[in-house]
């Protein structure tokens, strides 16, 4: 199914309006506050915008099957600044229908960071402008139950940010209205059906009646559920059952720093997360790689020093795109462009070495990860 012209044309032209207003603003200030923007005016754009994008990435499968050229991008978490930095630096001309390379967000976009609204905003925007370039996952914090927790997250939740800004009613209607597009953002994405993108980790088993591993299979139906929430519902027929616990550990699941408490197909409680949150190894990977026919798989959710990981003999890199998240965590992005990745690095908001050690260190990280796949280090 396709969008009709004339709603197409209408998602473009708000969705321009509103870049026009939040990144014209942040380039004159380069304030995450916003604050000289008219709030009446902005609220009934986001509104609109919000109805737009729900459209625009329905219209998306939950598996996305991607070509590169492409950039793929970590964690963002309501950092205006370093989503700038990397949009000014990598899109051409400023304009993304004009840039050859397409983009692929793995989800948190909110939550924690002081700017989650034009964040959100921006990328659903872009998402509108150019929905052919421009591809984004849905991460544990494009919840309700994540991004409406405000007694966890304090000023930092995006459900808090968004009664603060536009007061209780139109707060809550535009939160809900956010809430309502991100329901629709894909759970997962492939890359020349060599890389495995995802938010969180890979999905567990799940066998068929002749036994036979189902997970990519399902992942593929065209009517794969689009949940609100990943809580378990008693409604649920096996299906949905079986989706809603894939969902869950796509945005969930990480990497296992060793293979004690592992069960034998690989997985094992993670108990950071919380009850019925796994973590997987090595012999999940071996699996899941074999049935998806990837070699590796890039996944974001957890914060790194460099912005970087790998992984499990390098066969899972975690990429993180939020400097400064925790104490002076670096940020990066993955290029994936003729066979090769090519590894995309800054220190906190894009500010560049502090000092010559520091800078002397993040080379050979870099170097490493450039080693272990014939790859470019590029900075930035």
Known sequence: ????????????????????????????????????LDNGRLLQRLLTLCTAAADVLAQDAVLLRLKSPIYVMGDIHGNIHDLEFFLSKLIAFDQLEYTANSFLFLGDYVDRGEASIPVAAILLALKCVSPGTLFLLRGNHETAQQNGNIQMY???????????????????????????????????????????????GIPRVVPSNSGTDVRMELLSRPDFPRFHSLMPNPTDDALRLQARMIAQDLMWADPAESEVGLDDNGFGPNHCRGPSMIQFGSKAIDRFLQLSGCELIIRAHQVKQEGLRLSNQARV???????????????????????????????????????????QQQQQQQNAFAQAFGAVPIRV
């Open 1 to 36: 199914m396709t969008m009709i012209p004339e709603k197409n044309s209408q998602a473009r032209k708000v969705a321009k309006e509103v870049l026009d207003m939040l990144r014209s603003e942040y380039r004159r200030t380069h304030s995450a506050s916003f604050s000289q």
């Open 154 to 200: 304090g000023s930092g939740s995006f459900k808090a940010q968004c009664l603060t800004r536009f007061g209780q009613q139109n707060g809550e209607l535009l939160w809900q209205a956010f809430n309502h597009a991100f329901v629709q953002l894909p759970l997962a994405a492939t890359i020349d059906g060599k890389i495995f993108c995802v938010h969180g």
């Open 317 to 359: 890199i975690t990429v993180f795109t939020s400097s400064r998240y925790q104490d002076d965590n670096g940020a990066a992005a993955v290029f994936v462009a003729e066979g090769k990745l090519r590894f995309i690095c800054c220190t906190a908001d894009g500010a560049g070495a502090s000092n010559q050690k520091q800078q």
